[in-house]
C-alpha cells in the first residue's frame, strides 16, 4: 500500500481496503441496516470478497479507491467511504457506509470531506458525483455539508434518487 493513500483527520485514519479488513467488510456489507439503500442492496460474503479484490486493483489502477475508515483513538472500525465508478456510465461517484453505531456524530462527513479533497487534489478529478435516495435525509446532510450539490435525479424503479456534484476547478 502506497502511504500518501493513507488519510488523517482530526477523529479518524482512512485506509485503502486489504485483505486486513475483510472482516469488518463482511459486517457492515451483509448488514441490511446499512447497505439495504447501497447500490447493489446487501451483500453475500462472497461478494464481499469478489469487491475487496476489485477494491484492491482500483487503487493499483486510479489511485483512489475506498477507505476503511477508523477512529484515531482506539482505531475501531467505523465504516467505510470513497470513490468508485458507477456501473451506469454517470462517472466516478463518492461512497459512505457507516456502522449503526458510528452514525450521528459527524464521523461521515469528516471522512467524506477528506475523501472528496483527496480525489479532486491528489487523484485530480475534477467532477466527483454522488446518488442518494431522495428520502435518505442523513446521507443528503452529509453530501450537502461537504459542498456537493444537486445536478439531477434518477429513478430505479419507483424509488427517486438525488444525483449530487462536486466540481474543482
Known amino acids: 500500500m502506497n502511504p500518501a493513500w493513507v488519510v488523517r483527520t482530526g477523529r479518524l485514519v482512512m485506509s485503502?481496503?486489504?485483505?486486513?479488513?475483510?472482516?469488518?467488510?463482511i459486517a457492515i456489507k451483509t448488514d441490511?441496516?446499512?447497505?439495504?439503500?447501497?447500490?447493489g442492496g446487501v451483500r453475500t460474503p462472497a461478494r464481499v470478497h469478489e469487491?475487496?479484490?476489485?477494491?484492491?486493483?482500483?487503487?493499483?489502477?486510479?489511485?483512489?479507491?475506498?477507505?476503511?475508515?477508523?477512529?484515531?483513538?482506539?482505531?475501531?472500525?467505523?465504516?467505510?467511504t470513497g470513490l468508485e465508478e458507477r456501473p451506469d456510465g454517470l462517472g466516478m461517484a463518492l461512497r459512505i457506509a457507516f456502522l449503526p453505531e458510528?452514525?450521528?456524530?459527524?464521523?461521515?462527513?469528516?471522512?467524506?470531506f477528506a475523501a472528496l479533497r483527496f480525489a479532486h487534489e491528489k487523484a485530480g478529478l475534477r467532477r466527483i458525483l454522488a446518488v442518494v435516495r431522495e428520502d435518505n435525509f442523513a446521507s443528503r446532510q452529509v453530501l450537502g455539508a461537504i459542498g456537493m450539490r444537486v445536478c439531477g435525479e434518477m429513478w430505479r424503479g419507483s424509488v427517486r434518487k438525488l444525483v449530487?456534484?462536486?466540481?474543482?476547478?
Open 16 to 25: 485503502p481496503v486489504s485483505g486486513a479488513d475483510l472482516a469488518d467488510l
Open 32 to 39: 441490511p441496516r446499512v447497505f439495504a439503500v447501497m447500490l
Open 102 to 112: 458510528a452514525q450521528g456524530r459527524g464521523l461521515a462527513s469528516e471522512a467524506a
Open 51 to 80: 469487491e475487496l479484490a476489485e477494491e484492491i486493483i482500483a487503487w493499483g489502477h486510479r489511485g483512489v479507491g475506498m477507505w476503511a475508515v477508523r477512529e484515531r483513538r482506539g482505531e475501531r472500525f467505523v465504516g467505510l
Open 164 to 169: 449530487l456534484e462536486s466540481v474543482w476547478p
